[in-house]
């Protein structure tokens, strides 16, 4: 079956910096675009950075642009999200996307990263 386990969340102090991992499993990672989103309380889920299938074209939300990058390993069948002068509100639950199609799109469990003194 389809998995995709996200890792590196945490808590970690305004200004640090944080790297998530997203390991994919039971799909051909290849041919996915594959993204980053994340949900704060209160708030609906939105896009965070967003990578294609051969790692060709990014896209980020403005609220990231210049602090975060997103890549991803097809030997390894993970995706990155090198996040660095973290904000307090850049706290959330943050989850992996794998995308092929509207009827063929799989999530992560979510992994919870804090920014706080």
């Known amino acids: 079956q389809v998995q995709l386990v996200e890792s590196g969340g945490g808590l970690v102090q305004p200004g640090g910096s944080l790297r998530l991992s997203c390991a994919a499993s039971?799909?051909?990672?290849?041919?996915?675009?594959m993204g980053w989103y994340r949900q704060a309380p209160g708030k609906q889920r939105e896009l965070v950075a967003r990578i294609s299938r051969i790692g060709s074209s990014t896209n980020y939300a403005d609220s990231v642009k210049g602090r975060f990058t997103i890549s991803r390993d097809a030997a390894r069948n993970t995706v990155y999200l090198q996040m660095s002068s973290l904000k307090p509100e850049d706290t959330a639950v943050y989850y992996c996307n794998a995308y092929l199609n509207s009827d063929t799109n799989y999530w992560g469990q979510g992994t919870q990263v804090t920014v706080s003194s």
């Open positions: 039971g799909i051909f990672f290849r041919i996915y675009d």
